[in-house]
């Protein structure tokens, strides 16, 4: 855009708003000539997908205990008197740490609109149940769930006859969806998956809970249609990027990192982002709205694309995010040769598998570990971490001892979190202490010896937004956030819809997203 | 990439490979595009237009025979007003460059808050580059110069900068300014170029790289 105030140009499209979809947005407008107002009445990027500095965290936290943030409430921090955090920015806790399957839509228009280039994916390795023992004497475990044939064939942990049956499951999603294979399921589409595989496959309840753990849905009342296409989607996306894996998730906070890279193209595109600036009013004509931001800026836009962030009728999640002081190491192995090493692990702790005062969990909770890898926390292996006595006595009898022993204590030289866990479960009057409790559980299942210790605790519930988009005049309203553990690829289609509004008809579909790199790129560099 | 076999005999085999993220920062027309320009293509332009928004460029140098430096590079627009750009391209970078005009006395106070925004918001261990452009001009006429070498070089090192006086117009002390920096940063962090594929994390979303497995689970 031109040079002088933002109040003299009529804009194209102001955007208000940073979280995943208005950030699409901006990248999908990021090579139209039309001029865009960014704005974010938020200090910081993504919206309800951000990602938080420990700093960031607490003034979130703050914010929200004073003023009304829409989706978010009940958000507290528990800092346990144990040393081993590093400095605040050297963590980013994602809000919205969903993973994102191989054959997402998400990823092709990454790829298609070059945009990938600056994201670094890392690999989703296995799923997890976790098992309370038969007997109480004996430890907790964390099970791999198989979900290839190979796997099928070489666990260990189901029967021969179970084998059989998941391997028959595993052919029929595979085809779920051809003409033959639908008549098995039409009458299930909208009942339970439970049911389903009950009824059809006569699965016992251990095969049932792997198979509703795979589709990550939050209640454990996912639909046979939708089921069966999430589970189709995870068995298409294993192999797609690689060997080994079946989702990816983005660096230094997933979707929050996406959505940042989206604005980044935008920015590159000449929009002009405005952080700190909402919309305080506004008064629409015939064919222009009037706004005024809250930074006192007055701006006249032809169209205004907000996030709907009221409450919606879906029920509220409960989430628990928390540091810990121990590498998970067993989590992150890769499973087969060649793959790469992953850096996150989704464990299912299912309904039933905790018990809070006398209570057992109504609903599974799910968690999400992330290793160093993903840059949300410091890798604990420094050498600040392997001081020992003798190095100590090396300090003390350099030249200036008490300047290097005051760094060493300034930068906190004990430090150890290496790891951050994600927990996310459906709110219910308890479901705190049943985080608190999964959390436990899952720790004691990682290492019975020398159960990992927390450090930090974040914890909020989440209420699902509106689900459609709405066009009222000039101003049109994208769904909320949603609150789905996996990328729901539905969203894209406000987003394009969004997009076309803006660009109008004169503009090919197949266009939507397509762009050619700015720069020459020597693919060579990405290895 | 992930996905690709071993390399074979390529040269390089075990070499290092580090990447790194370098914001541009500083004031409008000190020269921040043109000092990039320099740098990435050996070229110059006199009369360069305002950068928009931001700029995505790379470079790779090679420190010495087995370590070579990619850096990503986010060239910031000056003019922008509304200090709302930065945070999303100083965000996990690794070094910074900030820029002043060695003519314009202003254009180094802005630098400093730059400095002090990128000490405070930044990566903690961000290596950060303090570059007075247009050292040519005061070449031809000394008494342009606005601000002293040795004032510019007291508050570099009190403030722990690197500390360069550049011409992009004469490519003086640029290289120099950009090979410092990649000394600076933490190499032994990063693995040999063509380490083990199993042993790294990153995944590669590279069309090509993506073909050889597609299929369902037994793809491989």
């Not at chain 1, 865009?36 to 936290?61: C, K, M, R």
């Not at chain 1, 205990?65 to 605040?88: M, N, Q």
């Not at chain 1, 296995?126 to 430890?139: A, H, N, R, V």
């Not at chain 1, 919606?312 to 989590?331: N, Y």
Request: aromatic share 8%.
């Amino acid at each position: 855009m031109a040079m002088g105030s933002i109040g003299d140009t009529l804009w194209d499209v102001v955007i208000c708003g940073t979280g995943l979809q208005q950030s699409l947005l901006a990248l999908s407008l990021s090579r139209s000539s039309k001029n865009i107002l960014h704005i974010d009445p938020n200090d910081y990027y993504g919206g309800a997908e951000a990602a938080f500095s420990l700093q960031e965290t607490e003034s979130w936290v703050d914010r929200l205990a004073t003023e009304d943030k829409g989706l978010f409430r009940s958000a507290s921090i528990t800092k346990p008197d144990v040393a081993g955090l590093s400095f605040p920015r050297a963590y980013s806790l994602a809000l919205a740490p969903q993973l994102i399957h191989a054959r997402s839509e998400l990823l092709s228009q990454l790829v298609s609109s070059r945009a990938y280039r600056q994201v670094e994916f890392l690999a989703v390795g296995s799923f997890y149940i976790f098992k309370t023992p038969l007997d109480p004497e004996q430890q907790p475990s964390l099970v791999r769930i198989p979900s290839t044939r190979e796997d099928v064939f070489s666990t260990t942990a189901i029967s021969a006859k179970a084998k059989r049956g998941l391997m028959k499951f595993l052919k029929f999603v595979l085809d779920y969806d051809s003409p033959d294979q639908r008549d098995v399921w039409k009458y299930f589409a909208d009942k339970s998956l439970m049911d389903f595989l009950q009824e059809h496959f006569k699965m016992d309840a251990e095969l049932k809970t792997y198979i509703i753990t795979l589709t990550l849905s939050l209640d454990g009342r996912i639909s046979t249609e939708d089921g069966l296409f999430i589970i189709h989607r995870h068995l298409t996306s294993m192999g797609h990027f690689g060997p080994g894996f079946a989702a990816l998730y983005p660096k230094w906070g997933g979707i929050s990192e996406i959505a940042q890279v989206a604005c980044r193209a935008g920015a590159v595109g000449g929009a002009v982002y405005m952080l700190g600036a909402g919309i305080k009013s506004m008064a629409t004509a015939a064919d222009e709205i009037e706004l005024e931001l809250t930074s006192g800026d007055k701006v006249k836009t032809k169209l205004l694309v907000r996030g709907d962030d009221s409450v919606g009728d879906e029920p509220i999640i409960s989430r628990l995010v928390a540091v810990v002081g121990s590498p998970l190491k067993s989590l992150f192995e890769p499973t087969i040769e060649g793959a790469p090493t992953p850096c996150v692990a989704v464990v299912a702790l299912p309904a039933g598998s905790l018990t809070t005062s006398g209570e057992a969990n109504t609903y599974p909770v799910y968690v999400f570990a992330h290793s160093s890898g993903t840059g949300e926390c410091p890798n604990g292996q420094t050498s600040a971490l392997t001081i020992t006595t003798s190095d100590i006595l090396i300090v003390l009898s350099s030249i200036k001892p008490f300047c290097i022993i005051h760094n060493m204590l300034g930068a906190k030289a004990n430090w150890k979190s290496i790891g951050v866990i994600y927990l996310s479960t459906m709110a219910t009057s308890n479901s705190k202490e049943i985080l608190s409790r999964a959390l436990e559980s899952f720790l004691s299942a990682v290492d019975h010896n020398q159960v990992p210790q927390c450090l930090y605790q974040l914890y909020y519930e989440q209420a699902a937004g509106v689900k459609q988009s709405r066009l009222d005049g000039l101003t049109l309203d994208l769904p909320g956030p949603s609150l789905s553990l996996s990328m729901d690829d539905s969203l894209l289609q406000h987003v394009r819809e969004a997009w076309k509004k803006v660009v109008g008809d004169t503009v090919d579909d197949a266009e939507y997203m397509v762009f050619t790199d700015r720069e020459p790129v020597d693919d060579d560099d990405y290895e | 990439m992930a996905t690709r076999g071993p390399p074979g005999a390529r040269p390089g085999m075990g070499n290092r490979f580090a990447q790194f993220k370098l914001v541009l920062l500083g004031e409008s027309a000190v020269g921040k595009s043109s000092i990039v320009l320099r740098f990435v293509k050996d070229q110059f332009d006199s009369y360069r237009e305002s950068t928009i928004g931001a700029a995505f460029l790379t470079q790779t140098i090679a420190l010495d025979e087995n370590t070579t430096v990619k850096f990503e590079i986010w060239d910031t627009a000056g003019q922008e007003r509304y200090k709302s750009l930065a945070p999303m391209y100083y965000r996990n970078a690794n070094c910074a460059v900030v820029v002043y005009d060695i003519t314009q006395a202003a254009s180094l106070d802005k630098a400093k808050s730059w400095v002090k925004e990128l000490q405070r918001q930044a990566n903690e261990n961000i290596i950060i580059a303090l570059a007075g452009n247009k050292l040519d001009l005061v070449q031809e006429q000394p008494d342009k110069r606005a601000i002293q070498t040795a004032d510019a070089q007291a508050y570099a090192k009190e403030a722990g900068l690197l500390f360069f006086e550049t011409s992009a117009k004469t490519a003086e002390n640029v290289q120099n300014l950009f090979t410092e920096i990649a000394k600076k940063l933490p190499l032994d962090q990063v693995g040999p170029r063509h380490a083990r594929p199993g042993q790294r994390p990153g995944v590669s979303l590279a069309p090509e790289g993506a073909n050889t497995q597609v299929g369902g689970p037994c793809a491989c």
